[in-house]
């Protein structure tokens, strides 16, 4: 089936530091890919919407200086996390959908494993 | 924003025993998918509702789109230990719209 990949899975830095996250789709191409962001015993909220080749959409209340969101390639789409402090000590999820490689129907959401975020 | 409320919170179970659980929403949606999350991994896709009264069965697993399309059901029967986790629903707007709103979760004990 689809696989997301992301990456790292886990980070943990001082305060003051930008993290980049990696999400990478492996089987198909990504046309759009989400970021979520989910606190300890708490749903998943979503932070942004990437297209490939476009600026991202932010949900409201994120600020999209700090979490900066690139998707160069129908593969890939990072997050970076800028200037991080333990208030941004989290649970980043990601996930993608698009058409598999060589056309077909859209896909549903496929997810990574997420990365910990852990801000010192 | 959409209020998706999933009870119950959290569930206690003994391996064999049979679980259900729901999910309600404030107002009409189109889809319902159900997900399923392990400690420290991202959600996995178990079901997806596309029909109001539409029923849905994956292995154990069987889920109801409410006719009112507010709700939906989530079953499991005979659990084993691996159902342990936290079931989330979540809904598509409509269709074109791929932004998932996600339930608050129920988490699944099972107790040896």
């Known amino acids: 089936g689809a696989v997301v990949s992301q990456h790292p899975s886990r980070v943990i830095c001082k305060s003051g530091t930008s993290v980049k996250i990696e999400c990478r789709s492996l089987?198909?191409?990504?046309?759009?890919m989400f970021w979520y962001r989910q606190f300890p015993k708490q749903s998943l909220m979503l932070m942004a919407t990437?297209?490939?080749?476009?600026?991202?959409?932010?949900e409201q209340g994120v600020e999209k200086d700090k979490f900066l969101i690139n998707h160069a390639s129908l593969t890939l789409s990072t997050l970076t996390v800028t200037s991080a402090h333990p208030e941004d000590s989290s649970f980043y999820i990601c996930?993608?959908?698009?058409?598999?490689?060589?056309?077909?129907?859209?896909?549903?959401?496929?997810f990574g494993d997420g990365t910990r975020l852990s801000i010192l | 924003g959409q209020q998706l409320n999933q009870s119950p919170q959290s569930m206690f179970i003994q391996e064999g025993e049979d679980v259900s659980m729901n999910c309600t929403s404030s107002?009409?949606?189109?889809?319902w998918l159900w997900y399923k999350q392990d400690p420290g991994e991202g959600p996995v896709l178990l079901i997806a509702?596309?029909?109001?009264?539409e029923l849905t069965s994956n292995g154990r697993l069987t889920a109801q789109f409410g006719t009112t399309r507010k709700d939906s059901f989530l079953n499991i029967s005979a659990s084993i230990p691996s159902d342990v986790g936290i079931y989330f629903c979540?809904?598509?707007?409509?269709?074109?719209?791929?932004?998932?709103?996600f339930g608050t979760g129920t988490r699944l004990t099972i107790i040896p």
């Open positions: 996930s993608a959908r698009g058409r598999r490689h060589g056309g077909g129907r859209d896909q549903p959401q496929h």
């Open positions: 089987d198909f191409q990504a046309t759009t």
């Open positions: 990437s297209n490939e080749g476009s600026k991202a959409t932010y």
């Open positions: 107002s009409i949606f189109n889809t």
């Open positions: 509702l596309y029909k109001a009264g």
């Open positions: 979540a809904l598509r707007p409509n269709f074109g719209n791929e932004k998932l709103t």
